[in-house]
């Protein structure tokens, strides 16, 4: 009876660990989700500065990646990419218009992914400076 006992009780302390476990994982995945949500910015979700990004006359900027053209409408992200040393505009090419995520993107280029992140982080940096200074200008 006590040997019962015991095995009941090493599975509640079992289920207990595993709860808290996934309780504490989840935890930590909601705030990684937030810290990237808090310092990423989608230049189109930004109304004050939508006003120059996407309309465009028409007219389509080509880029060339690894043999596959990639078509931007708008004239002033195209500009803002163009400002980009080689290597940044790769990166944000590949994550953006490829959906490719940074471990990926690090596999293709034989670079580890938290360098890939720091170079993408960099890149919206001066994304952001040169929209906003277009803002700027524009207004």
């Given at each position: 009876?006590?040997?019962?006992?015991?095995?009941?009780?090493?599975?509640?302390?079992?289920n207990?660990?595993?709860?808290?476990?996934?309780?504490?994982?989840?935890?930590?995945?909601?705030?990684?989700?937030?810290?990237?949500?808090?310092?990423?910015?989608t230049?189109?979700?930004?109304?004050?500065?939508?006003?120059?990004?996407g309309?465009?006359?028409?007219?389509?900027?080509?880029?060339?990646?690894?043999?596959?053209?990639?078509?931007?409408?708008?004239?002033?992200?195209?500009?803002?990419?163009?400002?980009?040393?080689?290597?940044?505009?790769?990166?944000?090419?590949?994550?953006?218009?490829?959906d490719?995520?940074?471990?990926?993107?690090?596999?293709?280029?034989?670079?580890?992914?938290?360098?890939?992140?720091?170079?993408r982080?960099?890149?919206?940096?001066?994304?952001?400076?040169?929209?906003?200074?277009?803002?700027?200008?524009?207004?």
């Amino acid at each position: 009876m006590t040997d019962e006992k015991s095995q009941i009780d090493v599975c509640r302390s079992f289920n207990g660990y595993c709860k808290k476990t996934l309780r504490n994982e989840a935890c930590n995945a909601y705030m990684a989700m937030n810290r990237r949500h808090a310092t990423e910015l989608t230049y189109f979700d930004n109304t004050k500065l939508e006003k120059g990004v996407g309309k465009q006359d028409g007219a389509k900027n080509i880029f060339e990646l690894e043999g596959q053209k990639i078509e931007i409408s708008s004239e002033i992200l195209s500009k803002g990419i163009l400002t980009l040393s080689e290597d940044l505009r790769d990166v944000v090419l590949l994550y953006y218009f490829y959906d490719l995520n940074d471990k990926s993107i690090g596999i293709r280029k034989n670079i580890p992914r938290s360098t890939i992140q720091n170079k993408r982080s960099r890149a919206l940096v001066l994304l952001r400076q040169f929209l906003e200074a277009y803002d700027d200008l524009c207004t």
